[in-house]
């Protein structure tokens, strides 16, 4: 069972779920979707926020709120869409995102 507990800078306790990236691929010119698994199971839902913690190229990570568009309870899989739009580190993130990349994440605290 996943027990590892953080508290964000609002000290809202959260899970941290340890996530690996199973599919990515783009849904429209401009959105990508990105299929994660988490080897402890999910408690979350569509509709939720998930804040991923993405590692920067340079040094350190970056959070990134994104809304889970749907969640599949059998095969513990949740997808988010993140817009392939300016410079932002979700952009990043999810151009490169590949089958086995790992990345960890919370329930956002809004």
Excluded at 1 to 17: C, E, G, K, Y
Excluded at 69 to 86: K, M, R, S, W
Excluded at 92 to 110: I, R
Aim: hydrophobic letters at 50%.
């Amino acid at each position: 069972m996943n027990d590892l507990v953080i508290s964000t800078p609002l000290a809202f306790p959260t899970r941290v779920w340890r996530m690996t990236v199973i599919d990515a691929f783009d849904i429209a010119p401009a959105l990508r979707r990105v299929r994660l698994v988490e080897e402890d199971g999910f408690a979350h839902r569509a509709g939720q926020n998930l804040v991923l913690n993405l590692a920067r190229r340079t040094q350190g990570w970056v959070r990134r709120a994104v809304a889970i568009q749907a969640f599949d309870p059998d095969e513990q899989v949740i997808d988010v869409d993140v817009p392939l739009t300016g410079d932002d580190p979700g952009f990043a993130w999810a151009s490169a995102a590949k089958l086995g990349d790992e990345l960890t994440g919370e329930v956002a605290p809004f």
